[in-house]
């Protein structure tokens, strides 16, 4: 399912919510484990898992860019600085099963927008593909396609 984005008082606000037949501490390990962090976003790790530590972001031309831990519950929350802007995971227990919301906090949208959104929309994805033992062959095919339907929706939130 697509995310809602809606106007906040600094920008706007993009929401994704995902259901995991897998319990929180699993859903929390694939956010926070580098070894299965490498697996769905192999340029991301944790450096201090702590309210105050960091994620660190490779860019891939041998520079970092390093992201502070702003809130940090285990099993629970998960938020960190994106840029300018801030990425938000909630996790909570539904029975046996793990509902995710990633709040992406967006101070400004950008011609860069829908590409970070349809990046997180095929992350959560490939998340519940490992989560079930399974891969996901053609990633870029998968994002192009969510690429075309987050671009729409930016361009109807630009439009009010």
Same mark, same amino acid.
């Given at each position: 399912?697509?995310?809602?984005?809606?106007?906040?008082?600094?920008?706007?606000?993009?929401?994704?919510?995902?259901?995991?037949?897998?319990?929180?501490?699993?859903?929390?390990?694939?956010?926070?484990?580098?070894?299965?962090?490498?697996?769905?976003?192999?340029?991301?790790?944790?450096?201090?898992?702590?309210?105050?530590?960091?994620?660190?972001?490779?860019?891939?031309?041998?520079?970092? #860019?390093?992201?502070?831990? $702003?809130?940090?519950?285990?099993?629970?929350?998960? *938020? @960190? /600085?994106?840029?300018?802007?801030?990425? %938000?995971?909630?996790?909570?227990?539904?029975?046996?099963?793990?509902?995710?919301?990633?709040?992406?906090?967006?101070?400004?949208?950008?011609?860069?927008?829908?590409?970070?959104?349809?990046?997180?929309?095929?992350?959560?994805?490939?998340?519940?593909?490992?989560?079930?033992?399974? #891969?996901?062959?053609?990633? $870029?095919?998968?994002?192009?396609?969510?690429?075309? *339907? @987050? /671009?729409?929706?930016?361009?109807?939130? %630009?439009?009010?």
């Amino acid at each position: 399912m697509i995310a809602a984005l809606q106007a906040a008082p600094q920008g706007a606000t993009a929401v994704f919510e995902r259901y995991y037949k897998h319990p929180v501490n699993k859903v929390w390990a694939m956010l926070t484990d580098n070894a299965l962090l490498a697996k769905w976003f192999p340029e991301l790790r944790v450096q201090d898992l702590s309210a105050g530590g960091s994620m660190k972001f490779d860019m891939g031309n041998g520079h970092f #860019e390093v992201m502070e831990i $702003k809130d940090m519950i285990v099993n629970s929350i998960l *938020e @960190y /600085t994106w840029g300018n802007d801030r990425v %938000r995971f909630e996790l909570s227990p539904d029975g046996d099963c793990c509902r995710l919301l990633l709040i992406e906090s967006i101070t400004e949208i950008t011609g860069h927008t829908a590409k970070d959104l349809s990046g997180w929309h095929v992350c959560l994805d490939v998340i519940g593909v490992l989560l079930d033992g399974r #891969e996901l062959n053609n990633r $870029k095919q998968v994002w192009e396609q969510w690429y075309a *339907e @987050y /671009t729409r929706l930016v361009a109807d939130f %630009r439009q009010g």
